[in-house]
């Protein structure tokens, strides 16, 4: 409890290239904010307690982590990072580490659902049933809300794997996952764009096919999603959505696509996240605040 006796939270944004930390008295409310790269585990770690010590005593901490991780609470290995490709993370017990250090509730889910839930609570969701995220950057993943809830099934959805249909201009490149070559994430995500094309998309001319190309990809993904779940919103976010004209470029394709469904046009909507790039982070948050004593 801080000195004007409201609690504080603590907020972990867990990313593969860096780590997010926050304390605030609620999702909307980051008195502190900030952030390190990541290392190996138990440096990485090691500065997150550290910062967050710093700053008072937290009556809640929310982690939001990259994946895979395991959100079944009844497993002995809830909490954990599973078989990451970053090596060194794999079986990271993230919570276990948390929960021994400073002894708090913690609430824990995938960096994608805590944006999902931030987003559908305080951002471009606000009016909304329903909403997913997507992140681009990296890797490609996505998280859902329905009603308030986000989704779990037998583990997280793990939206970056389906399968698109291959670009007309784009038959050649095999894809990068490590798992499937080319599903949507070893086609589109950001290092597939690299390892395609020699550079980033914003570093691309804006006549550049990579542009449509990957407009396609994502806007098959959207409508995958929507064909199977009618989701109202779909949020893009991530560094690959920062290209400037992706996102009206995406719109265009999702609109092609379904245009046979919807011939007076799509009730439902691509956007860029409302919170900026605050989403997974005030995502942390809501976690620790769902879990908190007082709550
Ligand atoms: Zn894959």
New binding site residues.
Partial sequence: MNSAGRPLLGGIEAGGTKFVLAVGHSPTEIIARHEIPTRDPATTLEHVCDWIEGQGTINALGIASFGPVELDRSSTLWGHITNTPKPAWTNCDLVGHFAERFGVPIGFDTDVNGAALAEYEHGAGKAAGSLAYITVGTGIGGGLVFHGKAIHGAAHPEM??IFPRRHADDDQFEGI?????D????LASGPAIKARWGASLSELPSDHIAHAIIADYLAQLAHSIVAMTAVEIIVLGGGVMRTHGLLERVNQSATELGAAYFPGGSKHKIVSPGLGHNAGLAGALMLANAVQPDH
């Fill in positions: 970056g794997h996952c490590p798992h499937h070559g599903c949507l994430e070893g």
